[in-house]
């Protein structure tokens, strides 16, 4: 008799990004599945909205990732009256389409914070002794088609999603001896807020070709869900140092 991987009914996982798009989407199949859900964002309304949707033993702390220095303390201390976590997976992220000529430091340095800073941080606080269980444990980042291709005006957010594939690498080695697994995911353009957001930016012809880039269509938000559910599971036991590419057949070609 095989195992169920999809009861998460022992797993207690952290998301950052758990108001909106694929955060939330996470957040929605986890908790169906039974998982115990600890929902950060910045956004506590939508924080809100999102826990009401989630099963009762999910909590949440409203938190801005963009701060470095004030991340360790509040996520310490909702973590001590959580319980130890076997998952954490790191979804918040900002877009930031500029070309180099009108590139922005301070909005740079921004992006960078959230998008990968916040990476490391929350890796740091999930990987302290009594922070995380000891059975599979397990890290997800979410980076971006973009980690991986260029394209146009987007060095910023491909520097921050690029990063996070090399800290995926040797963070997948140096915790390994502990059995900590760390993995990412690699989006294509999923229907979301963010993509409303920077599809203004886009010319019509650009608009126009988004879903000629993708074979398969453009995503939905469970698609990176149930990616990112695999990672968290059992199923995915031997699996660590990997940039999964979930993105309709968008980098195959
Ligand atoms: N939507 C896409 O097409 C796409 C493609 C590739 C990668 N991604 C990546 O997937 C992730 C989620 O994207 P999405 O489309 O769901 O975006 P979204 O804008 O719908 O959700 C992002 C969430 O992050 C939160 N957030 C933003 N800044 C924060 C901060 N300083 N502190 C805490 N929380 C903060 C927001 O409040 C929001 O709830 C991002 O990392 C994004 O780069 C998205």
Redesign the pocket.
Known sequence: MHKNFLDFSEKAILI?????????ATALYLSSINAKLLL????ED?LKETLSLCNDQCDYLA????DSHGIKIPVQDKIKTFGPLDGMVH?????YLSPLKTLNTDTVDKVLK??TV?ALELAKIFTKHKNYKTENPSIVF????YGLVGSAANVA?AMS?SALHGITKSLAIELAPKHIRVNCIA????K????D?VSGSFDNEYNNRLNQLHPLGLGE?ED?AYGITYLLSDMGKWVTGTILSVDGGFTAQ
Do not use: E, H, R, W
């Not at 938190?63 to 963009?66: A, K």
């Not at 979410?142 to 088609?145: A, F, G, K, Q, R």
């Open positions: 950052t990004g758990a108001g909106s798009g694929i955060g939330k950060l964002d910045i956004n939508a938190i801005d990732l963009s979804i918040a992220g900002i877009p959230v998008n916040a979410i980076s971006s088609v957010y999603k989006p294509g353009f999923i979301t807020q963010m993509l957001d938000a990176i």
